[in-house]
């Protein structure tokens, strides 16, 4: 059953030199229980859509539609948006030294946030149900450590109080904003393992954003792939991996080290992200694709609906046999029409 449904999101910032569109036209739905996992380089938008979904980009120009069973997160009040942070909707941020105050024990911020949301628990239910979610993601000697402040926990521990507080109410969405970048290998595992086992204990819905294709191996169900404020492919996991549609897609996979020990040099995609001051014409990946063809110069390919779709106008069967066998291909195709 689908939980969020986001259509034709777009979301701009006005600039002294310029509007900037950092989302432009992004579609996507995340089902109850399931995990969407959200890839692309920087500033490709991911970040952007999910926080405005939340009413955290103020000041920017906002269109589309994203439906919360039934209700349209963009069109909320601010008063009501606010009653479903935390209690329908929690988020977990990149850094969680930024996003906890300084000033105030994880406890009480822990506190704070479920009596904001449930007003008739006392100070001591909310003391104990803080308690009780720092154990829940394995926060050693919790009632202690309750009393401690965001700089005198590890960088780990600080991820697992952020998580404990984003499950604290038992929302039905959690966006975790890449959760674990700032993380070594070891506690990354460990946050990842513990994100999963509380999703399938919760039946919570998961929007994982990152940039790194092996947390959304071990993490997601669908994935949808980002680049220049828009989607250009969407999957599921496995047919992402194995079979990719778009030129982008696969050249974010060829840059990732294999971990079955495949020796094949690196492949890295040239060239930079366009500015979104001026996206280019036509296909916004063309000027570092090395499919590209005359007709990407010029017009922009729409994302096809249903379970696999790419926004890209070399046929999926072209992608990965090499450009200049693709581009043959191609034209033998249109000598066949003619």
């Known amino acids: 059953m689908t939980l969020l449904e986001v259509q034709d999101l777009r979301v701009t910032f006005r600039t002294p030199d310029g509007d900037v569109q950092a989302v432009r036209g992004v579609t ?14 920087s500033g490709s938008g991911k970040s952007v859509s999910t926080q405005t979904l939340m009413g955290l980009t103020r000041g920017a120009v906002v269109s589309g539609s994203a439906r919360f069973e039934g209700k349209d ?58 308690v009780e979610q720092l154990a829940l993601v394995g926060i050693p000697q919790p009632d202690q450590r309750v009393n401690d402040y965001p700089h005198q926990f590890s960088g780990g521990m600080r991820q697992r109080a952020m998580i404990a507080m984003a499950l604290a109410l038992n929302p039905k969405l959690i966006i975790a904003d ?62 992402l991996y194995y079979a990719p549609h778009h030129p982008y897609t696969v050249g974010l996979l060829e840059s990732v080290p294999s971990a079955t020990g495949d020796k094949t040099r690196l492949r890295p995609v040239p060239g930079q992200p366009p500015s979104l001051l001026s996206p280019p014409a036509g296909c916004s990946f063309h000027p570092r694709c090395r499919y590209v063809m005359p007709q990407c110069r010029v017009d922009e390919p729409p994302l096809p609906a249903g379970q696999h779709g790419s926004a890209c106008w070399l046929p999926s069967d072209l992608v990965g046999i090499g450009p200049e066998v693709a581009a043959r291909r191609q034209e033998a195709s249109r000598a066949q029409r003619d």
Do not use: N
């Open 73 to 130: 997160l963009l069109a909320l009040p601010p008063d009501q948006l606010r009653r479903l942070r935390g209690a329908e909707i929690s988020m977990i941020f990149q850094d969680p030294l930024t996003s906890l105050h300084p000033l105030y024990t994880i406890g009480w911020q822990i506190m704070e946030m479920i009596r904001i949301h449930e007003p008739s628990t006392s100070k001591e239910q909310a003391r104990k149900r803080a």
């Open 28 to 41: 996507f739905a995340v089902e109850r229980g399931r995990t969407l996992g959200i890839v692309g380089e």
């Open 178 to 239: 890449e959760p674990t970048t700032a993380l070594d290998a070891t506690v990354q595992a460990q946050i990842l393992d513990l994100m999963a086992r509380l999703q399938k204990e919760f039946d919570t819905a998961l929007i994982m954003i990152t940039h790194d294709l092996g947390v959304i191996a071990d993490m997601a169900d669908d994935v949808l792939v980002m680049y220049a404020g828009k989607p250009v492919e969407h999957a599921r996991r496995r047919e």
